[in-house]
């Protein structure tokens, strides 16, 4: 299993928390992550998601659906960079959004890398791998 551990503080931080409003995805990615021997904790909205983050110091990664009800991912990746809470946590965006210029739209909005939709395994793993 791969770790993340906060210098300052030592803390392990060794889950990956899901982000989308669709459960059937968050069903597939939590199964897929928990198979690779990641710990996973999810939730179905980005207000949620904020939550989660500032109550759990176990956090190492982020995957964040972009287009959610209510907050979508880019109004939360912005919360979460004002934040000087969590300046480093590494946030991958996960969209159906693969037109020409979205990548560049999701790290310009503060993601540290991009996954489309419908995901293929062997490079979200990638792209897991290269944040944790």
Known sequence: ????????????KNLILIVDDDARNIFALELTLKAK????VTCQGAREALELLR???????????????DMDGYEALNVIRQDDKYPDIPIIAVTAQAMSGDREKCIDSGANDYVSKPI???????????WV
Not at 55 to 69: A, F, R, S, T, Y
Not at 120 to 130: G, N
């Open 1 to 12: 299993m791969n770790l993340k551990f906060d210098v300052l503080s030592m803390e392990i």
């Open 37 to 40: 021997g990641y710990k996973v």
């Open 55 to 69: 109550c759990n110091k176990q956090i190492g990664l982020v995957l964040m659906d972009m287009m959610m009800p």
């Open 120 to 130: 293929q395994v062997d490079i979200l793993m990638d792209v897991i791998k290269k």
